[in-house]
């Protein structure tokens, strides 16, 4: 499986972003997808995650209510809907998924990864 994360840019602080991973591979719609996150000399953290029929979701708690994951299998992408972006949400963003169905927190769960999207909040 090849990850392409796309969807990064400059937002203003409240503004919204719109990430997508699109996938290559027959295997995706059977894997669990996350999106992660590190910032500059900090560590990587998940964010979000996605089972691999989209029925199970799983976030960061600081997280819940302003991001929101799907996917859409039949187009080989998950997205990560991100509102009310605050300066402290800025970092390189990474989608990763895992041959497990289920979505987890822990990185080394994930097998493949993206290249990752810089995603700024700056005014």
């Known amino acids: 499986v090849q990850l392409q994360a796309s969807g990064g840019g400059l937002v203003q602080p409240g503004g919204s972003l719109r990430l997508s991973c699109t996938a290559s591979?027959?295997?995706?719609?059977?894997?669990?997808v996350g999106w992660f996150r590190q910032a500059p000399g900090k560590e990587r953290l998940f964010v979000a995650g996605i089972s691999w029929s989209g029925a199970g979701t799983l976030y960061q708690d600081s997280l819940k209510g302003r991001f929101t994951i799907s996917r859409d299998n039949a187009k080989n992408t998950v997205y990560l809907q991100m509102n009310s972006l605050k300066p402290e949400d800025t970092a390189v963003y990474y989608c990763?998924?895992?041959?497990?169905?289920?979505?987890?927190?822990?990185?080394?769960?994930?097998?493949?990864w993206g290249q990752g999207t810089q995603v700024t909040v700056s005014s």
């Open positions: 990763a998924a895992t041959s497990q169905r289920w979505a987890d927190q822990k990185a080394a769960v994930y097998n493949y």
């Open positions: 591979g027959s295997t995706f719609s059977s894997a669990a």
